[in-house]
């Protein structure tokens, strides 16, 4: 398969502050990214998305960054909630004409009250 | 809106059966993505429909296959299952025509177990 092994990194933070998830991508030539969330038992969720002429996108709560430079993602969220608390995955489409999706290995958000 | 429904929810097979994995995406949306998410490995693509054509597939063998029908719902077939096929499997749906990429959105998926 093309994903990476997934070894699913924990991220623990207090209700309340910011939370910030890395991503390291894979392929300079991706030209659009993605962060879902998945909950226990449900597929991944759409949180947002950024293309590659873009180096920042907001939404609500939520902040992406993108830095090409280095191949490197993140997600930022304020104000973290319990609700927050999922399994978080980057996602990249190689510019191959295909718009499948390459995922990253993901990583764990646990909110404590 | 109604988002992306698979059926059936649960699936358990024995090794060497058949299994068939069904999809509909939101309306509105022509192109239908099957991934496949096995314990410990992440999500791993599988094959991509749109406008009823098989347009690209993943590293997986060939009896992974599958269709898309006119009212753009889909099938995943595996055939001779394996005990390694044991996954939760994914449809997404998006409308991309003149678009470019756009985001793909999730069903819950098809839990398969192989015994």
């Known amino acids: 398969g093309e994903s990476v092994g997934l070894h699913l990194p924990t991220l623990s933070v207090q209700e309340g502050d910011n939370s910030i998830i890395n991503c390291a991508y894979s392929n300079s030539a991706s030209d659009y990214f993605i962060w879902y969330k998945q909950e226990s038992g449900k597929g991944p969720q759409f949180i947002i998305d950024?293309?590659?002429?873009?180096d920042k996108r907001q939404g609500q709560r939520v902040t992406v960054l993108l830095n090409k430079t280095v191949k490197h993602l993140s997600l930022q969220i304020a104000a973290t909630q319990p609700g927050d608390s999922a399994v978080y995955f980057c996602?990249?489409?190689?510019?191959?004409?295909?718009?499948?999706?390459?995922f990253g290995s993901g990583t764990r958000l646990l909110v404590r009250p | 809106e109604a988002g992306v429904t698979q059926s059936p929810t649960h699936l358990i097979k024995t090794r060497g059966q058949q299994a068939t994995l069904r999809c509909s995406p939101i309306s509105g949306h022509t192109s239908v993505y099957w991934y496949q998410q096995a314990l410990g490995l992440g999500l791993q693509f599988l094959l991509w429909?749109?406008?009823?054509?098989?347009?690209n597939r993943g590293n997986f063998p060939p009896r992974f296959s599958g269709r898309q029908f006119p009212n753009y719902s889909s099938e995943l077939n595996v055939n001779a299952l394996e005990l390694e096929d044991s996954a939760l499997y994914l449809c997404?749906?998006?409308?991309?025509?003149?678009?470019?990429?756009?985001?793909?959105?999730f069903g819950d998926g098809t839990r398969l177990s192989i015994l």
């Open positions: 429909y749109d406008e009823g054509e098989e347009r």
């Open positions: 997404a749906s998006s409308y991309n025509r003149g678009r470019g990429n756009q985001p793909q959105h």
């Open positions: 950024i293309r590659s002429n873009m």
């Open positions: 996602a990249e489409n190689w510019r191959d004409s295909s718009y499948k999706l390459i």
